[in-house]
T-cell receptor, first 116, second 111 residues
Framework: KAGVTQTPRYLIKTRGQQVTLSCSPI?????VSWYQQTPGQGLQFLFE???????NKGNFPGRFSGRQFSNSRSEMNVSTLELGDSALYLCASSLKLAGADTDTQYFGPGTRLTVL | GESVGLHLPTLSVQEGDNSIINCAYS??????FIWYKQESGKGPQFIID?????DKRQGQRVTVLLNKTVKHLSLQIAATQPGDSAVYFC??????????FGRGTSLIVHP
C-alpha cells in the first residue's frame, strides 16, 4: 500500500506570494492533518480534516487554510507569505475509525518551503 | 499551555550499545503517547505507542516506559545500529486530539 505522498517536495517563493501544497493520504485513510516543522519551534499542528470538514485547528493565523476533497486528498494554502513561513510542511493521514480514541498518524515526506 | 519536552537534544552512542531517549510531559490528562523517528529528508515514522493504562510496551528492539507519577516517558533502543541514527520525537495526546510534539533528540550512532 502506498504511503502518504506530498507535492511538491521543494518550493521557493517570495514574500507576499501565496502557495498551495498537496497531500494524498494512504488509501482508506479519512483523516488528514497538517504540521509545520521548523528548527526553532519544532513540529506544530496546523489543522485536521476529516470527511471534507476541518475538525481541529492549531494556533496559526488565518493566512493558513486548507481543504479536503471527497477522495480524502487535501491541500493547504498559505497566503501573503512571510519569511517566517519557511519550513517543512508535513501531512499525516490516519484511519480515524469511529469510536477509536487513539489513532496512529502516518507522515508524508513533507514539502520544503523557502520564502525569500 | 501544556508542553512536551526532551531532556537531551543530542545523544551519541556506540554501535551495539543500548540507547535511552527521555521525554517529559506536563499534561496530566494525556492518555496516549507516541514515539516517532525522523531521518534526514523524511517525515516522522511511527515507532511505538503506549496508553496511560500501561507502564511498559515492547516492540522489535524498542521498549517504551511510562512513569505517570513523574510524567516521564522513555524510549529504549537495544543494540543500537547506525541505521537508528535519526531525530526521535515523543508526542502526547491529552484527549483534545491535537497532538503535542517534543522538540526532538538527535541520536548519533558511531560505528
Amino acid at each position: 500500500k502506498a504511503g502518504v505522498t506530498q507535492t511538491p517536495r521543494y518550493l521557493i517563493k517570495t514574500r507576499g506570494q501565496q502557495v498551495t501544497l498537496s497531500c494524498s493520504p494512504i488509501s482508506g485513510h479519512r483523516s488528514v492533518s497538517w504540521y509545520q516543522q521548523t528548527p526553532g519551534q519544532g513540529l506544530q499542528f496546523l489543522f485536521e480534516y476529516f470527511s471534507e470538514t476541518q475538525r481541529n485547528k492549531g494556533n496559526f493565523p488565518g493566512r493558513f487554510s486548507g481543504r479536503q476533497f471527497s477522495n480524502s486528498r487535501s491541500e493547504m494554502n498559505v497566503s501573503t507569505l512571510e519569511l517566517g513561513d519557511s519550513a517543512l510542511y508535513l501531512c499525516a493521514s490516519s484511519l480515524k475509525l469511529a469510536g477509536a480514541d487513539t489513532d496512529t498518524q502516518y507522515f508524508g515526506p513533507g514539502t520544503r518551503l523557502t520564502v525569500l | 499551555g501544556e508542553s512536551v519536552g526532551l531532556h537531551l537534544p543530542t545523544l551519541s552512542v556506540q554501535e551495539g550499545d543500548n540507547s535511552i531517549i527521555n521525554c517529559a510531559y506536563s499534561n496530566s490528562a494525556s492518555d496516549y503517547f507516541i514515539w516517532y523517528k525522523q531521518e534526514s529528508g523524511k517525515g516522522p515514522q511511527f515507532i511505538i505507542d503506549i496508553r496511560s493504562n500501561m507502564d511498559k510496551r515492547q516492540g522489535q528492539r524498542v521498549t517504551v516506559l511510562l512513569n505517570k507519577t513523574v510524567k516521564h516517558l522513555s524510549l529504549q533502543i537495544a543494540a543500537t545500529q547506525p541505521g537508528d541514527s535519526a531525530v526521535y520525537f515523543c508526542a502526547e495526546n491529552g484527549g483534545s486530539y491535537i497532538p503535542t510534539f517534543g522538540r526532538g533528540t538527535s541520536l548519533i550512532v558511531h560505528p
